[in-house]
């Protein structure tokens, strides 16, 4: 019997600031804008909503829907590793109210992302870890009930952080995974560029948890020239991410995608990719797209 290949969605990279901060383009313009993109899906983010009432989110769903595409992943960034035992308790309860959009808007199956906060200089790694885990736990029995997936990234950090995410590094990554109990409601959103930021290596972080993969980010990173990865400690403190960081088209930077998407492959995979790009032109965009159209044929046999 063949394998179901992925599907393939799209995120707006380069609008996130001029939807979810400057207003000055709506979720609703982003979606018309994307059917000229070879996309089966939209990812959203939770920036992008200006009200999170069923009315205006069942327009959002109406608009995805009618542009042909499907809404696979809810991006949320909760910092359940804040020092303040009441900011946790926030995070926790806004990343409950997410869990509702991404059903009403995704429906059954749908990836809701969750984060493990932010690496807080107070925090010591038991502290974090434990922060981390309680907040995803937290959450885990409304995602059963309501049929939502929580996706675990490996992530750098969300572009309004100060601080880097608390399991950027492989190797914390994979012990707070340890410590979350295996569930059809619980994996890995997966981003290989993350991986290489953290110093790591992304297939080896990927054949450590490919079991786990629910869905993927599929994007590329580059250095500015004479640039080196330590650099980016000079970030920390700082809100965003470092300037010595950017994203190019897909397949054409420093991750190694042939034995990425083979990993993949023999491991069963059939989820969503989604490609994060455009920060140089909506060409680019689609010239990633073409890249993953082009893989998944390839090494799905599609």
């Known amino acids: 019997m063949s394998q179901t290949p992925p ?9 996130l600031d001029d939807i979810s901060q400057a207003r000055s383009m709506s979720v609703f313009d982003w979606i018309e804008q994307a059917r ?49 035992a009441s900011e946790r308790e926030r995070a926790v309860e806004y990343q409950k109210s997410m869990i509702r959009v991404a059903r009403l808007l995704g429906g059954e199956g749908v990836v809701c992302r969750v984060l493990s906060g932010q690496r807080w200089p107070s925090l010591t790694r038991e502290q974090g870890l434990e922060y981390a885990r309680d907040g995803i736990v937290a959450c885990l029995p409304l995602a059963q009930e309501l049929g939502v997936v929580l996706g675990l990234e490996n992530h750098y950090k969300d572009g309004y952080w100060l601080y880097a995410e608390f399991a950027q590094k492989m190797d914390v990554f994979l012990d707070l995974l340890k410590m979350i109990p295996e569930s059809d409601h619980f994996g890995v959103q997966f981003d290989p560029s ?78 969503w990719i989604s490609i994060e790009d455009g920060m140089n032109g909506m060409d680019e965009m689609a010239e990633s797209l073409a890249f993953l159209r082009a893989s998944v044929k390839h090494y799905w046999k599609c």
């Open 7 to 15: 599907r393939i969605s799209a995120f707006p990279k380069c609008y």
């Open 194 to 271: 993350n991986a290489v930021v953290a110093g790591d290596d992304p297939v080896e972080l990927l054949r450590q948890v490919v079991s786990r993969v629910v869905s993927m980010h599929a994007s590329d990173r580059f250095l500015v020239p004479g640039a080196k990865l330590e650099d980016l400690a000079q970030a920390e403190g700082s809100a965003g991410y470092s300037a010595i960081l950017q994203h190019g088209v897909t397949g054409k930077g420093i991750n190694d995608y042939a034995s990425i998407f083979s990993l993949l492959h023999q491991a069963g995979y059939s989820g």
């Open 36 to 84: 000229q993109l070879d996309a089966d899906g939209l990812e959203m983010y939770e920036g992008f909503f200006t009200s999170l009432e069923d009315t205006y989110l069942n327009e959002v769903g109406s608009a995805i829907r009618q542009a042909g595409f499907a809404m696979p992943m809810l991006c949320c960034s909760p910092d359940f590793t804040h020092p303040e």
